[in-house]
T-cell receptor, first 115, second 113 residues
Framework: EAGVAQSPRYKIIEKRQSVAFWCNPI?????LYWYQQILGQGPKLLIQ????????DSQLPKDRFSAERLKGVDSTLKIQPAKLEDSAVYLC?????????????FGPGTRLTVT | GENVEQHPSTLSVQEGDSAVIKCTYS??????FPWYKQELGKRPQLIID?????GEKKDQRIAVTLNKTAKHFSLHITETQPEDSAVYFC????????????FGGGTRLMVKP
């Protein structure tokens, strides 16, 4: 089966600019996650969707980050305006159903550099 | 919330030796503990997981042990090979509480041929 797709793979922007990332999960996977992975650290969950509804967004900096999954398939994550500390790899993952014992499949990530 | 600490941050071993990575967690309600391997520039991939109803699980050269009382779990890799070189992440979560994994900081394992 095809894996989780993400684009772009790399993005360089200046601080205060806006950026958007796109994710296409594995077909049939109801749950979608966005993680932020700062260099040298483990992934940190930003938001979790079940179909097109938000399950958890407690760690999403809502003053600048937003995410949507309008039709319950693809998802976009937006940062507006970006700060230097947003430099990280943004990983999208999906799983068949919600529940920690269902494996999360990760995409290749988008490496964001904010200058 | 849950906090997961992972040690060591880097580990260098000779090919054929064993490697052990340890993690501690803070939330006694956590009951699912996966381990992910992330090769340089690649995505994290699940290599093994353990649930709190068992104390040990093995899959060929890798094994994971869990001590619920002490709230720590470990990854053991035997007969290490150069292709085992990667960053390994432990994680913890609560079953039936969403799939919110809290990851440790990672261990960079280097296997020297």
């Amino acid at each position: 089966e095809a894996g989780v797709a993400q684009s772009p793979r790399y993005k360089i922007i200046e601080k205060r600019q806006s950026v958007a990332f796109w994710c296409n999960p594995i077909s049939g996977h109801a749950t979608l996650y966005w993680y932020q992975q700062i260099l040298g650290q483990g992934p940190k969950l930003l938001i979790q969707f079940q179909n097109n509804g938000v399950v958890d967004d407690s760690q999403l900096p809502k003053d600048r980050f937003s995410a949507e999954r309008l039709k319950g398939v693809d998802s976009t994550l937006k940062i507006q305006p970006a700060k230097l500390e947003d430099s990280a790899v943004y990983l999208c993952a999906s799983s068949l159903v919600t529940g920690p014992t269902y494996e999360q499949y990760f995409g290749p990530g988008t490496r964001l550099t904010v200058t | 919330g849950e906090n997961v600490e992972q040690h060591p941050s880097t580990l260098s071993v000779q090919e054929g030796d064993s490697a052990v990575i340890k993690c501690t967690y803070s939330d006694s309600a956590s009951n699912y503990f996966p381990w992910y391997k992330q090769e340089l520039g690649k995505r994290p991939q699940l290599i093994i997981d353990i649930r709190s109803n068992v104390g040990e699980k093995k899959d060929q050269r890798i094994a994971v042990t869990l001590n619920k009382t002490a709230k720590h779990f470990s990854l053991h890799i035997t007969e290490t090979q150069p292709e085992d070189s990667a960053v390994y992440f432990c994680a913890a979560s609560q079953e039936n509480a969403g799939n919110m994994l809290t990851f440790g900081g990672g261990t960079r394992l280097m296997v020297k041929p």
